[in-house]
């Protein structure tokens, strides 16, 4: 695990997300062109806001996409849902030498959304789950 640290634009999106939502912020990833923002468990649909919302308004407002995951001290649960939108079939975790490795399985017909052009979708969720569990490698199946 890391250190989770935030910039001040990073503060200012957290800050934007819970005046809009009014869900607290647990963490949140900035990427040229997506915010990733983790709430708590069970907080995600508050989070999204009916029929979306609140992420519909937090695009308009900053040009980002935004993706909405809910935490859980399960790691297991974490990662299923930060690839939730892509039919997580199964998620296991396994030591490979010194590393902890995760292979996510999702719908075959989402594998390559949930990898994202040049990996970058992949590389997110690789960045949150090393922040929050030290989960050094993760795959799609």
Do not use: W
């Amino acid at each position: 695990m890391t250190d989770v640290v935030l910039t001040a634009d990073t503060l200012r999106y957290i800050a934007l997300f819970e005046r809009i939502t009014r869900v607290h912020v647990k963490d949140c990833v900035d990427t040229p062109d997506k915010l990733v923002f983790i709430v708590a468990e069970g907080k995600a649909r508050d989070a999204v806001g009916k029929k979306g919302e609140f992420v519909i308004k937090l695009k308009q407002m900053t040009g980002k996409d935004i993706q909405v995951i809910e935490f859980s001290d399960d790691p297991v649960k974490f990662l299923k849902s930060i690839f939730h939108t892509y039919g997580v079939k199964s998620v296991e975790l396994e030591n490979r030498g010194d590393i902890l490795h995760a292979t996510v399985t999702v719908d075959p017909q989402q594998k390559a959304k949930a990898i994202g052009r040049a990996g970058k979708n992949l590389k997110i969720a690789r960045d949150i789950a090393y922040r929050h569990f030290g989960i050094q490698s993760v795959s799609v199946a």
